[in-house]
């Protein structure tokens, strides 16, 4: 079997570096993404004037393929679901494979604790300012998502688990990744109602009357908090249930 | 763009991932590809991605790692292959 999967490595790898071969030169500048038919060149010169959102990342992922950003957020929502239902499904929820493990005996140290008291709510900012500003700098929706789901996860970690699952218990954790979606989709299909196309962020300018270019950012921020709200709730229902078997009690 | 800068953060690259893949201690293994993840966001980060490099120290090298370690304390540390 080993042997098997050494052959299949090296013909796959083999394969790879074979057609690599057929890539143009790096950053050759008449290879078909940089020439100047194609799309790359349009988003770099027409981005900001369409949109008017510095970051053209930003502008690419939540707006030119905002179809795609949110089934990428659907995945994440899956991958969540995925876990919780594979972990129960193994043996029986009171007695896990491979014996027991000790619920935290000792209390948790008052030296972490406090520490984690000042640094969480500089995280949690932190991450919502990546949320907001994710089309004039760096970062968005995933990045600050992950971020605030990190901070609940420093506080599961210094505190152990049930403390942060009073915080933010699973079954509204998962509500509050479902509500990521569904902002999302509906921002899409309000776009519909406005009679545009899904995630048309145009037609939804006489909400916010500010020109059609500016319906374009606010439509990538709403978009945005949705991912955000997606990403938080999932990155931690994936730690809880890890550390924990699937229990949800003791953990790391 | 420096390209010293890229043949040494590349090489740091490799030997990471070889290492953290012959690694039979999997907590050992799973901090050295936080490392990998924490060089791979400075490649992207020196070649001008930012977005991605923020979203790879973000994910891989910051809650991934969490995740991938909870799980080791979880089953087992040794690996058998």
Avoid at chain 1, 2 to 22: E, H
Avoid at chain 1, 114 to 134: D, N
Avoid at chain 1, 165 to 190: H, M, N, T
Avoid at chain 2, 56 to 65: I, K
């Amino acid at each position: 079997m080993k042997l098997l999967g050494l052959v299949a490595v090296i013909i796959t790898g083999s394969l790879l570096l074979y057609a690599s071969g057929d890539f143009p030169a790096w950053g050759d500048a008449n290879s078909p993404a940089n020439s100047n038919q194609q799309v790359s060149v349009r988003y770099i010169q027409d981005s900001y004037a369409k949109t008017k959102t510095p970051n053209e990342v930003t502008a690419v992922l939540a707006d030119y393929r905002g179809f795609d950003t949110m089934f990428e957020t659907v995945v994440i929502f899956v991958a969540g679901i995925a876990i919780i239902a594979i972990l129960s499904f193994l043996g029986e929820p009171n007695k896990p494979r491979g014996g027991d493990i000790e619920e935290h005996p000792e209390t948790p140290d008052l030296i972490i604790v406090q520490t984690c008291k000042l640094v969480i709510p500089i995280i949690q900012l932190f991450a919502l300012y990546v949320v907001a500003h994710g089309h004039y700098s760096p970062g968005g929706g995933f990045q600050g998502g992950v971020m605030f789901g990190a901070s609940l996860i420093l506080w599961a970690l210094a505190c152990g688990l049930p403390a942060a699952l009073k915080r933010l218990s699973e079954p509204r954790a998962l509500v509050l990744s479902a509500i990521g979606i569904i902002i999302y989709a509906g921002w899409g299909f309000l776009c519909m109602l406005l009679g545009g196309n899904f995630l048309e962020y145009a037609f939804t300018d006489p909400l916010l009357p500010e020109g059609v270019e500016k319906a374009h950012s606010h439509g990538m921020l709403i978009v945005e908090i949705g991912v955000a709200f997606t990403v938080t709730a999932i990155m931690f229902v994936i730690y809880a249930n890890l550390s924990s078997r699937g229990r949800l009690k003791g953990g790391l | 763009m420096i390209w010293q800068f890229d043949i040494i953060i590349l090489l740091f690259l490799v030997v990471t991932a070889l290492i953290s893949l012959r690694l039979k201690d999997l907590l050992g293994a799973s901090i050295v590809f936080g490392i990998y993840s924490f060089l791979i966001c400075l490649l992207w980060a020196e070649m001008g991605a930012v977005d991605v490099a923020f979203t790879e120290a973000a994910v891989g090298a910051g809650v991934s790692t969490v995740i991938m370690i909870a799980t080791v304390y979880n089953t087992k540390r040794r690996s058998k292959d």
